[in-house]
């Protein structure tokens, strides 16, 4: 378990059952009184923030977490599967448990699975991911008034805004974290 | 934080330090130097002292390093020595945040002949002028709020602000009135929160972070079950504690006190901090007896201690202490 005195940012704990991770740690105490710890966390989970208060002294669970590093295979009815490539262990992840991430995922990329008591529970891609445009109007429509940008359609059927002078066919670089375009990818 | 900002620092706080003793010399008071580490802290059920085994002529002993030097300072007042200050490190166990340290400056002072609310306007000059002294202009800021100390400080009651923050009554509102309004308020308590939990941390999350703003503000008469080492004002509605704090932008800047000269009532005070202590699960202190001795010779008097570091923090932008 961990005590208030080693609360900080990143700290991974358990309530409930539930993994979260600690996302801000403020030490209050107000003059000649009782110190809390007011913490904010989000679930490793469902990804729901919720702040909660406690007495200096208090202790809550360990999440007990751990993260693999494992290549996408492919998805289907039964949901978004991922291979361990040293022990061939394949885990099935739904499109829920990967909130976002499902939009970076290109067959035999390597992701960071993350496991709570041993159940895949969300799935981190890599930082920058290249995807092809399969589909997005030409550029240039000689309407300023839009502004600089167009969505475009991705291989994997997410959704970014690029500029103009992309064309559909086009392999873009993808910040994973932003959702943001970066640049053409290089040939 | 590199090295040239920790020298900016010293530097800031050395200008701090001399400022504050020009005009505590100014003001008539005598610098003390008391010890730091004692055989009995001061005893409160949520301040923890470190202690260190010291040895002696006599033996190996157990000190503890002072949270505050109020026992021996208030010794010396009984003895005539007239208003006295004191500038020095304390620490406190366990205390690590944006805004506290283990180990911190503060600023301790006593004047006979005083009460509260004399002190609230001694240590309002006080402030303003070391911020005259150290700023062009004495308007402090932190985080995208103002807060200008040349306006004069306002004064409002513990009953009123609870009344004006939390809408809640202090004088009628048990545990479960404090919890709703906690609860209505968006903030989560701690599990099994008693009244005085409660009230923390209404205190702390609710009242204190709108303390100060746009000026210099000043809580006072505190509930009487909150009075540490102050003078209580008995009253059938309210009774309150004669003990006032400083707040500047939602920071606690200083504990002021018209101080309790009663022997008898300090002891049971004490007995029943160490008790409290122990109902924690903490260690109780040994009762400082020459403290209590000297009590009876104490003029009245009003008190205050003053976070050094806060303050330097405030006036020259500092992110943390």
């Not at chain 1, 977490?65 to 992840?93: C, P, R, W």
């Not at chain 2, 009995?40 to 923890?48: K, L, T």
């Not at chain 2, 209404?202 to 709108?210: D, F, R, S």
């Not at chain 2, 704090?245 to 300090?266: K, M, R």
Request: net charge negative.
């Amino acid at each position: 378990m961990y005590s208030t005195n080693e609360f900080r940012k990143g700290l991974k704990v358990e309530i409930d059952g539930e993994p979260f991770i600690m996302i801000d740690n403020q030490f209050v105490k107000p003059g000649k009184g009782q110190a809390f710890n007011r913490v904010r966390l989000k679930s490793l989970v469902s990804g729901r923030v919720l702040d909660r208060t406690y007495k200096s002294g208090e202790r809550i669970d360990r999440a007990n977490i751990e993260e693999f590093k494992m290549q996408y295979l492919y998805n289907d009815a039964a949901g978004y599967h991922f291979m361990n490539t040293s022990s061939y262990e394949q885990v099935t992840l739904t499109k829920e448990q990967l909130e976002d991430s499902w939009q970076w995922l290109t067959e035999n990329l390597e992701v960071s699975v993350l496991f709570h008591n041993g159940r895949a529970i969300s799935v981190e891609a890599p930082y920058f991911v290249e995807l092809e445009i399969t589909y997005c109007e030409p550029g240039f429509k000689g309407d300023t008034a839009t502004g600089a940008s167009k969505p475009a359609t991705l291989s994997t059927g997410a959704v970014v805004q690029v500029p103009l002078f992309v064309n559909q066919g086009d392999v873009i670089r993808v910040d994973t974290r932003s959702g943001e375009y970066l640049d053409r990818a290089r040939r | 934080m590199a090295a040239s900002d920790d020298l900016i620092r010293i530097r800031q706080r050395a200008r701090l330090l001399g400022a504050l003793r020009a005009e505590l010399d100014a003001g008539g008071f005598l610098e003390v130097e008391t010890p730091a580490l004692v055989g009995s802290p001061g005893v409160d059920r949520h301040i923890d002292a470190p202690s260190a085994t010291v040895r002696s002529s006599t033996g190996s002993e157990r000190r503890y390093l002072i949270t505050s030097p109020e026992y021996h300072m208030k010794r010396l007042v009984a003895a005539g020595s007239g208003p006295i200050y004191q500038l020095g490190k304390v620490w406190r166990d366990g205390e690590a945040g944006e805004l506290h340290r283990p180990e911190f400056t503060l600023l301790e002072l006593y004047r006979p002949g005083s009460d509260h609310l004399a002190l609230m306007t001694e240590v309002e000059r006080l402030v303003r002028e070391a911020a005259r002294r150290l700023l062009p202009e004495p308007v402090v800021q932190r985080r995208g709020q103002i807060c200008d100390l040349e306006s004069g400080f306002a004064r409002i009651r513990v009953r009123d602000a609870f009344r004006r923050w939390a809408g809640v009554d202090l004088a009628r509102a048990g545990a479960e009135e404090l919890g709703a309004c906690a609860a209505g308020l968006g903030l989560a308590a701690p599990q099994r929160a008693d009244r005085e939990t409660l009230y923390h941390l209404l205190m702390g999350l609710a009242i204190e972070p709108q303390l100060g703003r746009l000026r210099g503000e000043f809580l006072y008469d505190y509930p009487a079950d909150q009075c540490a080492l102050a003078q209580v004002r008995p009253d059938p509605e309210f009774a309150v504690a004669e003990r006032f704090e400083l707040y500047v932008l939602g920071i606690e800047l200083c504990n002021g006190f018209h101080e309790l000269t009663d022997a008898v009532e300090q002891r049971r005070r004490i007995e029943a901090e160490n008790a409290a202590r122990v109902a924690l699960g903490k260690e109780p202190y040994p009762v400082d007896e020459d403290f209590l001795a000297a009590l009876p010779a104490l003029p009245a008097c009003a008190g205050m201690a003053l976070g050094v570091d806060r303050l330097a923090l405030l006036l020259f932008g500092w992110d943390t202490i």
